[in-house]
C-alpha cells in the first residue's frame, strides 16, 4: 500500500487500519471503508449510533482534525421529539427572545452580554 499511494501522492501518515501505530483504526480523509460512517453522515441518513462507541476515526490536517467513524450495521433510526418536548422546546427558544426589563418578544435572540433587548441597552448606555 505504501509504495502504490507514495506513486499516486498520496498520504499515508494516518492509514492504520489495525490501529498499531494510533491505537484506534485510522484511516486518512476521504479514505473510510465501506459500511462507516461519520456522527454528520449518519444524521444526514436520518440515522444515529445506537449507542455504541466509535470503531474507527479519520484523521486529517496534520493529525488536528478527526472525525470519529460508527457502523451502519449497528445504526438506529433517529430519535423525534415528543409534542410534549417540542413545546418545551418553544417555550425555551421565546424565552431566550423576551427581554427581561420591558418584556417584549423581539425577532431575535437576546443577547447574553447585555442581558437585555438591544433598544433597552441603547437606553440605557445613552
Not at 449507542?51 to 479519520?58: K, T
Not at 457502523?71 to 427558544?93: E, F, H, N, S, V
Request: glycine share 10%; charged share 25%.
Amino acid at each position: 500500500m505504501t509504495d502504490f499511494a507514495d506513486h499516486i501522492g498520496l498520504r499515508v501518515r494516518f492509514y492504520d487500519p489495525l490501529g498499531t501505530r494510533h491505537g484506534f483504526p485510522t484511516f486518512p480523509y476521504r479514505m473510510a471503508p465501506a459500511g462507516l460512517a461519520t456522527m454528520r453522515q449518519l444524521r444526514a441518513a436520518g440515522l444515529r449510533p445506537g449507542g455504541h462507541d466509535p470503531v474507527a476515526q479519520i484523521l486529517w490536517r496534520r493529525g488536528k482534525r478527526v472525525a470519529y467513524l460508527y457502523r451502519l450495521d449497528w445504526a438506529k433510526p433517529k430519535r423525534t421529539a415528543t409534542p410534549a418536548q417540542r413545546a418545551a422546546i418553544g417555550k425555551a427558544l421565546r424565552a431566550r427572545r423576551t427581554c427581561r426589563y420591558c418584556g417584549e418578544v423581539k425577532p431575535y435572540y437576546i443577547p447574553r452580554r447585555y442581558g437585555e433587548c438591544l433598544d433597552c441597552h441603547e437606553g440605557s448606555t445613552s
